[in-house]
């Protein structure tokens, strides 16, 4: 009996030494990011409004939480992902439009001359975005976007750009889905660009996906009704904007948000100021080997004040060097 129990024993051990490692994937759900106060601060936030004996429990009904999505879920340099996209149809367009051989932004842009494309601000980048995005309908301008995605690559690593999202934000939204929160996109992207592969690449459907709005008519063509795109903005949703497109899409105020810039820190703001515990995290971008250092002085997801007002309020930062284990996903494969 005795020589039995033994062999059960070492059978045991051997079990828990090879399965171990699994064991803890399991146990931990955000794997991607290092031990430290970020991780920590995220694990008690979740665990405080999920415990109903908790006084800071909160209903499954009111967890909502809300994420921008260009330099907080994936990349933003060096260049907008849409951008890109907007830069690549101005160029397949351009024979149909000889006139922006000598019309700015389009010339420049047509030349290859980025900083002078960039140099002319919003309005240049909104006049860019409503030639190539306009004039389609919404099924048309869906398979425009889904078929640059599908071979369109990133100019420092070769990948897709759906293959440069961030693996420690993936693995974020998934356990606060895990634990009963509504997880939205607050972009100042354009909702029709993302509403397209959101599911697919976070699990987000379209109807959680909130971003800046081209305006759009109802008109009929060859016999059918279709929802047509037209070359005027109706909302831009972005700085002050973002909590006003959140609370207009889902009548709520989140309970949490993340950002990573200037451009999120009103929807930090409102939702922080909320009753009850909140919480709110930036991503600083402070890896230059891995991804890129930016931050104060970057004129593309600048995090200035957002960043001053982090530090005095005590908001979590997710230092991307210090953080995170890995960046992207493929990351991941590559280290097996």
């Not at 907008?80 to 149809?89: E, G, H, P, S, V």
């Not at 367009?93 to 389009?106: D, I």
């Not at 200035?304 to 007002?309: N, R």
Request: charged share 20%; hydrophobic share 45%.
């Amino acid at each position: 009996m005795l020589v039995f129990t033994m062999r059960i024993l070492r059978l045991c051990a051997v079990a828990l030494i090879l399965f171990f490692p699994y064991l803890q994937a399991i146990a931990d759900p955000l794997p991607s990011w290092n031990e430290g106060a970020t991780k920590q601060a995220i694990v008690e936030f979740v665990g405080h409004v999920t415990d109903a004996s908790n006084a800071n429990y909160v209903p499954p009904a009111e967890r909502l939480a809300t994420f921008d999505n260009d330099g907080t879920l994936w990349v933003e340099q060096p260049l907008y992902t849409q951008l890109a996209f907007a830069i690549d149809r101005v160029r397949a367009l351009a024979p149909e439009h000889p006139e922006w051989q000598t019309h700015e932004p389009f010339a420049a842009l047509l030349k290859g001359d980025l900083n002078t494309v960039l140099a002319g601000g919003e309005a240049a980048l909104l006049e860019i975005v409503l030639a190539t995005h306009a004039g389609m309908t919404n099924a048309e301008f869906e398979q425009t976007v889904l078929s640059w995605l599908a071979t369109a690559q990133h100019p420092k690593t070769g990948k897709l750009y759906t293959e440069m999202v961030y693996q420690p934000m993936l693995e974020l939204m998934d356990y606060l889905r895990d634990n009963d929160f509504r997880v939205y996109i607050a972009s100042g992207g354009g909702i029709d660009f993302m509403r397209p592969w959101t599911s697919a690449v976070y699990g987000i459907p379209p109807e959680r996906v909130i971003g800046s709005r081209i305006k759009k008519g109802l008109e009929e063509r060859n016999g059918q009704w279709v929802i047509v795109r037209e070359p005027a903005i109706e909302f831009i949703n972005d700085k002050t904007g973002k909590p006003i497109g959140i609370d207009l899409h889902t009548g709520r105020r989140p309970i949490a948000a993340f950002g990573n810039s200037d451009g999120d820190l009103a929807m930090l703001q409102w939702t922080t100021a909320g009753d009850g515990l909140r919480f709110a995290l930036f991503v600083q971008h402070t890896d230059a080997e891995r991804e890129w250092a930016y931050d104060r002085e970057s004129s593309i997801g600048r995090l200035d004040q957002g960043l001053t007002e982090a530090r005095a309020k005590g908001w979590a930062i997710a230092d991307m060097q210090r953080d995170w284990k890995v960046i992207y996903p493929f990351e991941l494969s590559e280290t097996d």
